[in-house]
């Protein structure tokens, strides 16, 4: 295989290190030269085809594996939605457009007289939406046109 420094390193620059090879107490597992108690994706693949071929306990599988049930569920529940790419970890940060609305910006600016501090407060309490008073401040002032 590999000395174990690279594989380790690669496994954690992409995210998929497990934090817990340890916990790993599978005898199959561990036996087979192809299996890697470090590759995380390969630990949750191995997890849910045990208990989906195997026919065994989901409790014991997971635990064998180093797992709560809950963190087998979800492991299935990727797996059947996004296939073998679906349990790689998802980047972190929002899912969809978080643009303050219409509203919110009309309010902003209309309000652009008010102290920033003053204006983020005005702002959250008005309309239920919560930002940066730097936000607040940009979008109150207009911007200054070049030249």
Known sequence: MDDGGQKAGVLRRRGVLNPHPE??????????????????????????????RQSLPVSSVAKAFGFSRTAYYEAQSALEQGGLPGLLPQRP??????????????????????????LSVDAFDVNGVAFTTAIAVTVSRPAIAPG
Not at 32 to 51: A, C, G, H, P
């Open 23 to 52: 916990r790993i107490t599978d005898e199959e597992f561990l036996s087979s030269e192809f299996f890697d108690v470090r590759d995380l994706i390969q630990v949750k693949y191995e997890m849910v085809r045990r208990v989906q």
């Open 93 to 118: 940060g929002p899912r969809r457009a978080h643009k303050l609305s219409d509203e919110v910006v009309d309010f902003l600016q209309e309000a652009g007289s008010l102290p920033a501090p003053q």
